[in-house]
């Protein structure tokens, strides 16, 4: 697995991002990655899960855009969707036209409110989505997150999502209760659930079963 060490530019501001590629051979796939709110995207599974997509010949994009709860507290969800549009331009503008996104708890907020429609397929890793009856979604929108009370989701503000999604779930998660992920699954318009047996919120506790059904959904055509 080759890494590159790249800076992502979002208006004005610069982020630490790498792409890990195949050693050999070209490839056109490349998964984008989205943290959790409290692990940035280097590290423990993500760096498995980086060099395991690297020999099926898939890339990965990551990129750091808060290292800190502050810096965290800081963005909008407006900052956040720029971020990872930026990212996909990036990505586009290397020449990787199928592209996949891998999203972690906090990180799957930020994707599953977003328009996904660069994405082939999208895997959320226990995202840290809870919906509600009523949205402040939209009003919060600019609003930083330190400075928003009360932020709920609902139905409609994952209902954009249209790619084929799986979400992965450990039947221990203390974070993601199995009544949230079933919620978001019937809300998505094709998604389906994985329990990993053992697992909690880490998704540290039984790497090999949750890198597997990584590689079974995001490597197209068996690698």
């Given at each position: 697995?080759?890494?590159?060490?790249l800076e992502?530019d979002?208006?004005?501001e610069?982020?630490e991002?790498r792409?890990?590629?195949?050693e050999?051979g070209e490839?056109?796939?490349c998964?984008?990655v989205?943290?959790g709110g409290?692990?940035g995207?280097f590290?423990?599974?993500?760096?498995?899960?980086?060099?395991e997509?690297a020999q099926?010949?898939v890339?990965?994009y990551?990129?750091?855009?808060?290292?800190?709860p502050d810096e965290?507290?800081a963005?909008?969800f407006?900052?956040?969707h720029?971020?990872?549009d930026?990212?996909?331009?990036?990505?586009?503008?290397?020449?990787?036209?199928?592209?996949f996104?891998?999203?972690?708890?906090?990180g799957?907020?930020i994707?599953f409110?977003h328009?996904?429609?660069a994405?082939?397929r999208v895997?959320?890793w226990?995202?840290?989505?809870?919906l509600?009856?009523?949205?402040?979604?939209e009003?919060t929108?600019?609003?930083?997150?330190?400075e928003t009370e009360?932020l709920?989701?609902?139905?409609d503000?994952?209902?954009?999502?249209?790619?084929?999604v799986?979400l992965?779930?450990?039947?221990?998660?203390?974070?993601?209760s199995?009544d949230?992920?079933?919620?978001l699954v019937?809300a998505?318009?094709?998604a389906e659930l994985r329990?990993i047996?053992?697992?909690?919120?880490?998704?540290n506790?039984?790497?090999?079963?949750?890198v597997?059904e990584t590689l079974d959904?995001?490597?197209p055509d068996?690698?």
């Open positions: 697995m080759a890494i590159s060490l992502l979002v208006d004005g610069t982020y991002a792409l890990n590629t195949p050999a490839t056109d796939t998964v984008v989205l943290p409290g692990h995207p590290g423990d599974i993500f760096d498995v899960t980086a060099y997509l099926a010949n890339a990965t990551r990129f750091e855009t808060w290292t800190s965290l507290r963005k909008s407006a900052d956040f720029a971020e990872l930026a990212a996909i331009a990036d990505v586009r503008e290397r020449g990787y036209d199928r592209l996104l891998l999203a972690k708890s906090f799957g907020r994707g409110t328009d996904l429609d994405f082939e895997l959320g226990a995202p840290a989505v809870r509600s009856e009523e949205s402040t979604f009003a929108y600019d609003t930083p997150l330190g009360d709920h989701i609902d139905a503000d994952v209902a954009g999502v249209d790619a084929p799986r992965v779930r450990g039947d221990e998660d203390e974070v993601v199995a949230d992920a079933d919620a019937d998505l318009a094709d329990g047996p053992g697992e909690d919120h880490s998704f506790e039984n790497r090999t079963t949750v597997a959904y995001l490597v068996g690698g």
